[in-house]
């Protein structure tokens, strides 16, 4: 038989490892999040350099390309509808920088922050893919 004085403490240390179960959770969710927002803006990164890089080269970079490319990174698509969604939210294509030279196109983000539950993640020129330019025969 049970002593008065032990009456509830099994409820107790059910709230206090509750308690550490769902920091643990939320810690898991954060970290898994930021690994597969950073994952995500790497491809769309990566697909923009590509797409600047098989443009045909000109004298400075051109303005519809670096939109088209600025879309394509943020909406994954270089025209996209009205009310397109980002690949990842809050990303906008004021933050994708485009350094278009004759062997290369290089591809950046700055200033975006990954907002997580609770912390944001900042990724200042990164992911940052440069892609070299391929020559597509004679055009």
Known sequence: MRRRSEAGSALI????????LAVMFAGIFEIGYSFYAYGTLVTAVRAG??????QPRGAGVDPTVAAAVRNLVV????????RSKPVVA????????LIDSPDASTVSLRGFEVDALFMKVKLDGRPTVTFPVTSRGSQ
């Open 49 to 54: 350099a590509r797409y600047a890089a098989l």
């Open 75 to 82: 909406y994954g698509d270089p025209a996209p509808a009205d």
């Open 90 to 97: 809050g990303l906008t294509t004021e933050q994708v920088e």
């Open 13 to 20: 240390e059910f709230a206090g490892s509750l308690i550490l």
